[in-house]
Structures are given as structure tokens and as C-alpha cells.
């Protein structure tokens, strides 16, 4: 028996360079492109609520401010109570008190005499 045998047909070099198949590749794409949209969408929704609070807290500082001014005015007013000569003013502005032989005429914006009646 021949103990050499020769194959018969001839290898190509090129098949046997090729790389192997890759036939999970395209669900492996679909996957990742998946997840990564599912990244942007929670990192768009992050930044909607950042945008929110930002809103939110520009509104209060906006309210805290007006809160301060009045506030501010009102213990202005409350200091200005404290002085005698002032609510002598204010009365005599006010309900038209007047002393004897004296006239006393009211402006209508100086009637409250710098207080605000209405709050």
C-alpha cells in the first residue's frame, strides 16, 4: 500500500486567509445601539427637570426678594409708629384733627401720611 497520498484538489491560499463568519454581529449592533438611546433619553429627561428646578428656584428667589422689600417696608413703617411727632402727623392728616383756629386741608396722597391702609 502506497503510503503517500496526495490530495487531489488544491487549496485555494485566499480560503484559507478569510476571516470566520460573524453571525451574531448585527444583533449585537441592534443591542447597542439600544442601550445607548436609552442612555440619551434619560439623559434628556434629566436635563428637562434640571431646567425645571432652575425655574423654580429663580421663581422663589424672585418671591424671597419681594418678601424682604416688604418686609423692609413694613418695619420702616413700624419705626415710624414709634415716633410721637409722626402719629401726631398722621392723625392730624388722617381723621382731620386739627388745634384751635386752625384750618386743615388734605391732600388726597398725603391723607395716609406714607402708610398704606390697604394691607
Do not use: C
Not at 8 to 17: I, L, T, V, W
Not at 62 to 81: H, N, Q, R, V, W
Amino acid at each position: 500500500m502506497p503510503r503517500n497520498v496526495i490530495s487531489m484538489q488544491e487549496k485555494r491560499p485566499e480560503e484559507k486567509q478569510r476571516p470566520p463568519r460573524r453571525r451574531h454581529l448585527g444583533i449585537i449592533l441592534i443591542g447597542a445601539m439600544l442601550l445607548f438611546a436609552l442612555a440619551s433619553m434619560s439623559l434628556v429627561n434629566a436635563y428637562q427637570n434640571l431646567q425645571k428646578q432652575v425655574t423654580l428656584e429663580q421663581e422663589a428667589i424672585k418671591k424671597d426678594k419681594d418678601l424682604d422689600d416688604k418686609a423692609t417696608l413694613k418695619s420702616t413703617e413700624i419705626s415710624k409708629l414709634k415716633d410721637p411727632q409722626f402719629i401726631e402727623k398722621y392723625a392730624r392728616a388722617r381723621y382731620s384733627y386739627s388745634k384751635n383756629g386752625e384750618k386743615v386741608f388734605t391732600a388726597p396722597g398725603l391723607v395716609n401720611g406714607g402708610i398704606n391702609s390697604d394691607q
